[in-house]
């Protein structure tokens, strides 16, 4: 349940696991460019040391043990009305299956306006999450359903990524509440999830993208996913294997190796602390920034186009991920500061979003665990995504505010885990309905 973990587990499967399998494989001599071996290593040591700062930052935060609270879902259910949910959420699904919001290929700043295609870029996800969430609060036992149906909604967009991302979610705040998941329940999560991620990818490697950008209609696209996880065997044709391919799709340490030969050249120096500016007036709404997309340049967009063209590095499509993305602006000593900034931050937003378990806090909490797992967006995706939580936030709290839904003590001193997982001595007038399903 707690999102800087997942930060944690996300930054290693970027920064090391994908290198290591890059090694064995051999499969960066079949990318066009790669930085050499030397950098990559030298770079990987300042993702560790990124990742150490960022750690040392939030242990000063000190946030609390995420334990299952006590709260009654009932009312958690009402003030989380599903069909309220399902309501915003289709038309939201329906823009993404005609290829604009999510699924129209352009970055998520650019599409900041009032309209279909800009709410679906910056609500698909998480009013989809929300959806099933409320759901399966009002339903516990039908938790492989309610996987199933995101999925699917998710699976319109032609993305892998979020698939898993909502799945890690739901499963996290589905036992914030006390609604845990049994062993088989986990396993369903897991083969729905990587069913998912074979049909888009046998799509994407037979069809490619188009399918998922362009107004293709749902039909189309479920036509399409139907046959990519019937017909997985299109993905066969992928080169040096499935999991070369898949370590270079996850590969951040190339960025890091990158920035860190761009450093050492003669001459070259970090470009500047101006990169973290840019990044956050692109955060800022088109309806408070009207000029945004005049004003702004595509540099000013990208804090990562602009540091290659800062440092005169190599243009390729790098995934710069959280932790390393301002180390071309602000050098080694700079990336460290700002990581152990960063980290504070984080623990005590994290203790915000486990003080209680009311509508706001899990939307907060929500937030949280979906920026950590969209690592390779850079730790500027936190910015955007907080725009979505604040409209969130107030849609939770009216509809909270109308069914008269009052949120319950804070959590002052969690206390020890039981070895199930949950408070040895409950409330027993708690309500707390389990998702294992009857033998």
Request: aromatic share 8%.
């Amino acid at each position: 349940m707690r999102p800087v973990s997942w930060l944690a587990l996300t930054a290693v499967g970027y920064q090391g696991v994908s290198e290591v399998v890059i090694r064995l494989t051999d499969a960066d001599q079949l990318v066009a460019y790669r930085p050499s071996r030397a950098a990559v290593d030298n770079g990987m040591v300042v993702a560790g040391l990124a990742l150490l700062a960022l750690t040392i930052g939030y242990l000063v935060a000190h946030p609390p043990a995420p334990v299952e609270v006590d709260v009654d879902t009932g009312d958690l259910a009402r003030a989380l009305d599903w069909r309220i949910f399902a309501v915003l959420t289709v038309p939201l699904v329906l823009t993404t299956a005609s290829g604009r919001g999510y699924s129209s290929g352009q970055p998520l700043d650019t599409q900041g306006a009032i309209d279909a295609g800009g709410l679906g870029s910056q609500f698909f996800v998480p009013m989809v999450i929300l959806t099933a969430f409320a759901y399966l609060l009002r339903h516990p036992r039908q938790y492989a359903f309610v996987l199933v149906a995101q999925s699917i909604g998710l699976a319109v967009a032609g993305q892998r990524l979020e698939v898993l991302v909502a799945a890690a979610a739901l499963t996290a705040l589905a036992m914030r509440v006390g609604l845990r998941p049994g062993r088989r329940q986990l396993v369903v999560t897991v083969a729905v999830a990587l069913a998912a991620v074979v049909a888009i990818n046998s799509v994407r490697t037979t069809a490619g993208r188009e399918v998922f950008q362009s107004d293709s209609g749902f039909a189309a696209r479920f036509d399409a996913l139907r046959e990519g996880l019937t017909n997985p065997t299109a993905t066969s044709d992928l080169g040096p294997g499935a999991l070369a391919e898949a370590a270079l799709r996850l590969d951040s340490a190339s960025w890091t190796g990158a920035v860190y030969e761009a450093l050492h050249e003669p001459g070259v120096k970090p470009a500047g602390a101006h990169l973290i500016r840019g990044a956050v007036l692109t955060s800022v709404p088109s309806v408070l920034f009207p000029s945004k997309t005049t004003v702004l340049t595509e540099l000013d967009r990208s804090p990562e186009a602009a540091t290659i063209v800062a440092l005169r590095m190599e243009r390729v499509d790098y995934l710069p991920g959280h932790l390393t993305l301002f180390y071309g602006a602000l050098g080694l000593w700079g990336l460290l500061l700002f990581n152990l900034l960063v980290g504070m931050a984080l623990g005590l937003l994290e203790r915000a979003a486990l003080r209680r378990a009311s509508p706001v806090a899990i939307v907060g909490l929500l937030t949280l665990l979906q920026s950590a797992l969209f690592y390779e967006r850079g730790i500027d995706y936190y910015l955007l995504a907080g725009r979505s939580f604040f409209v969130l936030a107030v849609l939770v709290y009216v509809l909270g505010a109308v069914v008269g839904y009052r949120a319950g003590p804070r959590a002052q001193d969690p206390g020890r885990l039981g070895p199930t997982g949950s408070p040895r001595r409950p409330t027993p007038a708690v309500r707390r309905p389990s998702v294992r399903p009857r033998s």
